[in-house]
């Protein structure tokens, strides 16, 4: 079985400073890994996905994430944190031998401080 | 091209009562998923349908929750008979296909609360 862990429910930066969002997963076999953005009242939107490839991972809106294999992680950064950048981020991951269905992270909360 | 529709957007019902729920996926998503989010936790999946055919009910509660895919296109999630811990918001999804890697877009879910 899959299992998604989000280390801090709650992350708080200032404006410009580093975003670092961790998220690690269990699975028997490596699996695709998704990111996730989640403003209030809205539906989610994908930053970010590692399928196969390059495990530098670039997504939208200056995020990055990195697969680590040995380390079963895929943290989510960004260089320079932006007050628009104040929401919920969900870590998921996929795998065809389970049904292709996405198993999520609890969320992290991120706040950004002017 | 529109996204991900859902109505209602918000919903207040008292414990016992029925509630349905509407959703239209992206025009061709062949793939469409019904996922609870109860406040505090991930999303998590209830029901998947490719075309109007069910791949993933495994986490439906059967004897409460009921969902159809109308000709492939729109679908509805019904409670019947609501309990308290239903109060959860209830988001749609739709992907072109039924790949692990598919990218699947959300909609602005339906925020139920069973009073």
């Known amino acids: 079985a899959q299992s998604v862990t989000q280390l801090g429910s709650h992350v708080s930066v200032s404006e410009g400073a580093l975003v670092l969002l961790r998220c690690n997963y269990s699975s028997s076999v490596p699996p695709y890994l998704f990111w996730y953005v989640q403003y209030p009242n809205q539906g989610l939107q994908l930053l970010l996905k590692?399928?196969?490839?390059?495990?530098l991972v670039k997504g939208i809106n200056g995020f990055e994430a990195e697969f680590k294999k040995s380390e079963t992680s895929f943290h989510l950064t960004k260089p320079s944190a932006h007050m628009s950048d104040a929401a919920e981020y969900f870590c998921?991951?996929?795998?065809?031998?389970?049904?292709?269905?996405?198993?999520f992270g609890a969320g992290t909360i991120l706040r950004v401080k002017s | 091209e529109a996204g991900v529709a859902q109505s209602p957007r918000y919903k207040i019902i008292e414990k016992r009562q029925s509630v349905a729920f509407w959703c239209n996926p992206i025009s061709g998503h062949a793939t469409l998923y019904w996922y609870q989010q109860i406040l505090g936790q991930g999303p998590k999946l209830l029901i998947q349908f490719q075309n109007n055919g069910v791949v993933d009910d495994s986490q439906l509660p059967k004897d409460r929750f009921s969902a159809e895919r109308l000709k492939g296109v729109d679908s509805t999630l019904k409670i019947q008979p609501a309990k308290l811990e239903d109060s959860a918001v209830y988001l749609c999804?739709?992907?072109?296909?039924?790949?692990?890697?598919?990218?699947?877009?959300f909609g602005p879910g339906t925020r139920l609360t069973v009073l």
């Open positions: 998921a991951v996929s795998r065809m031998e389970y049904g292709n269905k996405l198993v």
């Open positions: 590692y399928t196969t490839g390059a495990t």
């Open positions: 999804a739709s992907s072109a296909l039924d790949y692990s890697t598919d990218t699947q877009y």
